[in-house]
């Protein structure tokens, strides 16, 4: 991991400090989070769903992802942090409690077997790439164990939503596009569209922990 990576890190987890300091001051419960994912499963419990805004993709697989992790994107999208519209308009309408909830409940839905500890060799050029972004320093060397909660597992997401998230950490400027971030923005920005869609397609095609859990919406 590069000096300059380190440094991004370094400064996320410091300005991460208020928010994340709220979320070890709330412990979700799974149960209650159940009943309160109604404005989830319309869009994540459905494969193959696909969003339209800001171009289309498939919207991001959340059962199995970490839940300290989903909190805090939560809570960003709340806060204005990331201006998807769609997004802050379900995450303004829940409590903090009611995100940790949901959040708990996501981290523990259709939970499986851990991804394997060592994942295909990506060809050089992607190597050079992840090398130069230092991702293994937040995803984990098998990008499906964060160093620290605050971090999502990336193996095996969406390869388009992954480039569309990647590319909202380039975007400035914006009122209903885009995500503030010091880490992700540092590092996105080093990158071509074409570099970054280069990382999303390699993580993408990789064993993961991240599922699609077909709900019903009749609880």
Known sequence: ????????????????????????????????????????????????????????????????QGGKYIYNALMAYKSGERKHPTMRSVAQGLSDQDAADVAAYYEGHGKSAPA???????????????????????HGANYSKPTTPDFPKVAGQHRDYLYVALKSYKAENTTTWGRDNA???GVAKQFSLAELKMIANYLGTQPGELKIVPQSKLR
């Open 183 to 185: 880490i992700m923005g």
């Open 116 to 138: 394997p500890e060592q994942l295909a060799a990506p060809p050089a050029k992607v190597a050079e790439l992840l090398t130069k972004g230092g991702c293994v320093g937040c």
């Open 1 to 64: 991991m590069s000096l300059k990576s380190i440094v991004f890190t370094a400064a996320l987890l410091a300005g991460s400090v208020v928010q994340t300091s709220q979320a070890q001051d709330l412990k979700g419960d799974p149960l209650a989070g159940e009943k309160k994912i109604a404005m989830c499963i319309g869009c994540h419990g459905i494969p193959g769903y696909q969003a339209s805004f800001p171009e289309v993709h498939k919207v991001p697989m959340i059962s199995g």
